[in-house]
């Protein structure tokens, strides 16, 4: 078996890990990442497009915001469709001027795995991480299969990165760990097309028939999501029965407008909310979507993922500069508060727009928190709040 020493093991390459092993890279604490999948697999897993204020900010500090800025789509408001009304939030109006970026995951995972590579930082693919032991103790370890070799990883902490079906999480003994969930009863079916987006701003729009939402990548690349049923297969799903249900849920008043193209990928994604508490146990470090899923309603999956390794980069740099673990001891209270706010906000838009087929009380409701929503400042206010900057506030 080949055996490694650094300070800090880090399981999984999404934007979690990889940010802190960049950000680690910075502080001279010396990591090594270890990815269960190939490079090509990471670079074109299509997911999040909506990048806070504050963390384009951190990404820029960090030297890792360079294209995102260049290529990013800078927006200040969002739409809500209900009843075939259009209904704009001001964000940046009501949010202090800040706005959001619009700019793909997998293009962050790109940028912050060039990074890695021309700094020379230990970053292997095709390393899955079967086991993580002796986090009790001052010298963890994590044993791994990289490209049919055993590999182990010594180290003095061991941050788990490696999303909700990691090796992390269920390193934690069940008598320590909690774990609160939430199962939603619908499911995302989300495109990705050759197509000039017909809007300048996101759509999210609640029909008789359904959630949707009209999101983009770049002047000539939409992403669209339908809510669909959560046992849908994408075998029912035709690009035209897609289209033409996309057209039908994002109708106004005024008509419809949906630019078509060549759908070049597609996926049907579960909405579940999980929060696993806490998110430290002795030596190891949950961050990410190890430790909680948010529904994609509100955007925050990334961002989320992102501000943890901000805390959790804070915390080591306090432990290898001054040998204080204060702030490694508060990392999950730290953690958590911000999480069950993310949680709030993104069950909160999941619940407004998603109508509920036979409840027609959930409806009522559902309605009245749309009209508060667009017709109350105040209402509109925290929304926007949450909705540009929830990791930052
Ligand atoms: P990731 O990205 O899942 O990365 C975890 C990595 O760990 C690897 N791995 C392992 N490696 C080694 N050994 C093992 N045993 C391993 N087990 C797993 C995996 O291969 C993977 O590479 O977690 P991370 O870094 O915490 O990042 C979280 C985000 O990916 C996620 O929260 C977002 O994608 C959620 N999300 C959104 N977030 C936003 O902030 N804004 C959005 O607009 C947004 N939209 C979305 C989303 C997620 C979606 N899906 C598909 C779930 C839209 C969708 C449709
Ligand atoms: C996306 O562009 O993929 C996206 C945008 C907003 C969301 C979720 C996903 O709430």
Not at 85 to 98: C, F, K
Not at 112 to 141: H, M, W
Not at 307 to 332: G, M, W
Request: glycine residues 8%; charged residues 25%.
């Amino acid at each position: 078996m080949r055996e490694v020493r650094t300070q800090v093991a880090i399981v999984g390459a999404g934007p979690a890990g990889l940010l802190l092993g960049h950000m680690l890279h910075l502080e001279g604490i010396d990591n090594v990442v270890l990815e269960h999948r190939n490079r090509e697999y990471v670079e074109k897993r299509v997911r999040a497009g909506v990048i806070e204020f504050g963390i384009a900010n951190l990404l820029e500090e960090v030297g890792a915001g360079e294209r995102m800025r260049r290529e990013g789509l800078v927006h200040h408001g969002i739409e809500l469709r209900y009843d075939n009304q259009v209904h704009r939030i001001p964000l940046s109006e009501l949010a202090d001027g800040r706005a959001y970026t619009v700019y793909g995951q997998q293009e962050v995972v790109k940028d912050l795995i060039d990074l890695r590579l021309a700094q020379g930082g230990p970053l292997y693919f095709d390393a899955e991480v079967t086991s993580i032991e002796d986090v009790n103790t001052k010298t963890p370890y994590v044993d791994a299969t990289n490209a049919g070799e055993a590999l182990r990883v010594r180290a003095d902490f061991i941050a788990g990165c490696d999303g909700s079906f990691g090796a992390s999480n269920r390193a934690i003994p069940s008598d320590v760990l909690r774990r609160y969930e939430r199962v939603y009863p619908f499911s995302w079916l989300g495109i990705l097309a050759e197509a000039p987006p017909a809007t300048e701003e996101l759509i999210y729009g609640r029909h008789e028939e359904g959630f949707v939402l009209y999101s983009m990548r770049s002047p000539t690349l939409s992403r669209l999501y339908l809510g669909v049923r959560p046992d849908d297969t994408l075998e029912q799903w035709s690009d035209d029965r897609i289209w033409s249900e996309l057209a039908v849920r994002l109708s106004t008043d005024e008509g419809s407008k949906v630019n078509r193209g060549p759908i070049i990928d597609r996926g049907i994604t579960a909405m579940r909310s999980i929060v696993v508490e806490p998110m430290r146990y002795g030596r190891l470090f949950l961050a990410g979507d190890a430790a909680h899923i948010v529904p994609p309603t509100g955007a925050k999956g990334m961002n989320l993922a992102l501000a943890d390794v901000r805390v959790l980069t804070e915390a080591l740099r306090a432990f290898y500069s001054k040998r204080d673990e204060r702030l490694l001891d508060a990392y999950s209270a730290t953690c958590l508060e911000r999480v069950w706010r993310a949680e709030e906000f993104s069950n909160y838009m999941t619940q407004m727009l998603h109508p509920n087929y036979d409840d027609g009380f959930e409806n009522g409701v559902q309605h009245a928190r749309l009209r508060q929503a667009t017709q109350s400042r105040e209402a509109a206010t925290v929304l926007s709040r949450n909705y540009v900057d929830l990791n930052t506030l």
